[in-house]
DNA sequence: GTCTATACGACGATAGAC
DNA sequence: GTCTATCGTCGTATAGAC
């Protein structure tokens, strides 16, 4: 069953991750997290025992299955991988747009703030990163490319994706985000062929 | 001349700039720069009366200026584009994976935790990014590129490069940026065959 | 002009009231 | 079990001694 407490678990994990995309992880105090949650301040420390880490862990996990979702979503609708990875970033592109270049990947600012400090927070960026990748080289391999050029490509993908939204974010521009698809799409077409697949 | 003060703002930027790579920009404490500056507390408010913020910049700056240093030595050395480009991101692996993934991009770090907060950050870090993207655009050119289709792609580079240090970071993997050298070297050896380049 | 001592606020965390 | 009041620490910034 779903009691209130769960709920606000949830709300504190959703205000976090929130939060995270537009001042970080050492940016964003507790108390903002509380506030933009409308939680009291020690319910933090009753669902998080383990205080700001927990909540940064659950935080990061939370952002891996929305995205990872986002992936399944464009994998199911698009007719091809190059038009799914195209959807992909395309959707990225306008919630980066319309949220004025305020929003960003919370597991890239937490990979850079944290990775070195906090083993935890390290693992569940890797975690998160590992839950695109595969379901990306999975969707490769349907295209016909074969397992381990799948993974290095897939791999290669995320990350052109993480950092096209850096540099649009700091460019103030959608256009390395568009440029980004272009690139992946007709790189991940190519793979396809490349690797003898249905041409 | 270069008097004594001027050497303690070099080191102070030096400092933030290392500092800001492991710890993050919010997670680097002034006290923790002077104390690795081996400085005086007062003297960043005399060498940078914008406090903080004014040391970000220089570090932002500062950062920008050595990574375009790399990229202009690997252009002139390697012979072609693509083993320019390879032999960029193979060096960042070493750093990476040397400093036991302790070392990141400043400027993505930056981006992601002040962009939406400083405009002054922001504009460094755009800067930054423009200072990377121009020389790789440049270097695509001299292979026979046609300077719209170089900017893009080199769009793409360099996100792709800022990208793969994440992840690398995350997984404490080469194996991401080592990806990303094979699949970039190949992107950009085709576009300049497919763009009627000396074939 | 350089640097030390300090002010003031926000942080994460906790103890204990309800 | 849920929340409020508070503690100690560290943050940035500054005032003033040398």
Redesign the interface.
């Known amino acids: 069953m779903t009691t209130k407490g769960d709920l606000t678990k949830a709300r504190l994990a959703e205000s976090m991750l929130e939060l995270i995309q537009?001042?970080?992880?050492?940016?964003t105090g507790l108390n903002a997290v509380i506030d933009h949650a409308a939680a009291p301040k020690g319910s933090v420390y009753f669902h998080f025992p383990d205080g700001k880490e927990g909540l940064g862990v659950a935080a990061v996990d939370l952002a891996a299955k929305q995205f990872e979702s986002l992936i399944a979503e464009a994998a199911a609708s698009a007719g091809s991988p190059a038009a799914a990875a195209r959807a992909v970033i395309e959707a990225l592109a306008t919630i980066v747009g319309e949220s004025d270049?305020?929003l960003?990947?919370p597991?890239?600012?937490v990979?850079?703030?944290?990775?070195?400090?906090s083993e935890r927070l390290?693992q569940a960026?890797?975690s998160?990163?590992?839950s695109w990748i595969a379901p990306t080289a999975a969707l490769l391999e349907t295209g016909g490319v074969e397992p381990a050029q799948a993974r290095?490509?897939a791999?290669?993908v995320?990350?052109?994706?993480?950092?096209?939204v850096?540099?649009s974010?700091?460019?103030?521009s959608t256009?390395?985000l568009h440029?980004?698809a272009?690139?992946?799409a007709d790189?991940v077409d190519r793979s396809r062929q490349s690797a003898g697949g249905t041409r």
Chains 1, 2 share one sequence.
């Open positions: 537009t001042s970080g992880y050492s940016g270049y305020r960003g990947c597991v890239s600012v990979t850079l703030e944290m990775g070195a400090e390290r960026c890797a998160a990163f590992e290095t490509l791999t290669v995320v990350s052109t994706i993480e950092g096209a850096i540099v974010r700091a460019t103030r256009q390395p440029a980004a272009d690139v992946v790189l």
